[in-house]
């Protein structure tokens, strides 16, 4: 079975754009969960979704959003992007949204602002 | 609020030799934990994780972890070390404040290094 694949796997921006990153998860799981790791803060949860509803979300501006389609197949973006949103977005999925089921992450986005 | 703590940055260790990396918890009622290893340019990786029954969890390469619910601790270890255990390694606990939410709250990462 493939892994949780992740796209771009890098992107450069300047300040002020805009970016969408996707997330496809491995086949059969329904729940995707974004988190942004950072040197400095670590692991941050962003958000989560399944059956193509948010189920709960981190503490994270509004430029921050995301989706989930029907498939499964996340994305998020980031719009007016700021130096600090600078960061490695890891996508997550699981089969379900239970407290007891692991997350498999992919490779992450690296993604860096000027 | 659930809380992880990983209270060493670094272990280093000889190969060979055992390893312990350190993680305590605070949760409100039982805990769900986890341990993920990340390698650089990496997605994080899951070695194993706790939710219920035998306080020792055998996980992924060899790994193992022990739940100590008297001290909070979930401490991941391996009998014989191996310098490609050489990692970032995160422990993790699933936020039960919301039922059936996949958030994890992830300790701030303990880099293994391991020598020849």
Redesign the interface.
């Known amino acids: 079975k493939a892994g949780?694949t992740?796209t771009p796997r890098y992107l450069i921006k300047t300040r002020g754009q805009q970016v969408t990153l996707s997330c496809s998860p491995i086949s059969g799981h329904r729940?995707v969960?974004w988190?942004q790791q950072t040197p400095g803060q670590?692991?941050q949860?962003l958000f989560?979704y399944?059956s193509e509803t948010q189920?709960?979300k981190?503490n994270f501006p509004g430029r921050f959003s995301g989706r989930q389609f029907s498939n499964s197949r996340s994305e998020m973006n980031v719009s007016t992007l700021e130096l600090g949103d600078s960061a490695l977005y890891?996508c997550?999925s699981?089969f379900?949204?239970?407290?007891?089921?692991?997350?498999?992450?992919?490779?992450?986005t690296r993604l860096t602002v000027l | 609020a659930q809380s992880v703590a990983q209270p060493e940055d670094q272990v280093n260790v000889a190969e060979g030799n055992p390893l312990t990396v350190k993680c305590t918890y605070s949760v409100s009622g039982n805990p769900y934990l986890f341990w993920y290893v990340q390698y650089p340019n990496r997605g994080l990786q899951f070695l194993l994780k706790y939710i219920t029954g035998d306080n020792l969890v055998k996980g992924s390469y060899g790994f193992e972890a022990e739940f100590n619910k008297s001290q909070t601790s979930f401490h991941l270890k391996k009998p014989s070390a191996l310098v490609s255990d050489s990692a970032l390694y995160f422990c993790a606990v699933r936020d039960k404040g919301t039922s059936n939410t996949g958030k994890l709250i992830f300790g701030q990462g303990t880099t293994l290094q391991v020598k020849p």
């Open positions: 949780v992740q729940s969960s988190y670590g692991l949860f989560e399944f189920r709960n981190g890891l997550a699981s379900l949204a239970g407290d007891y089921n692991e997350q498999f992450f992919g490779p992450g």
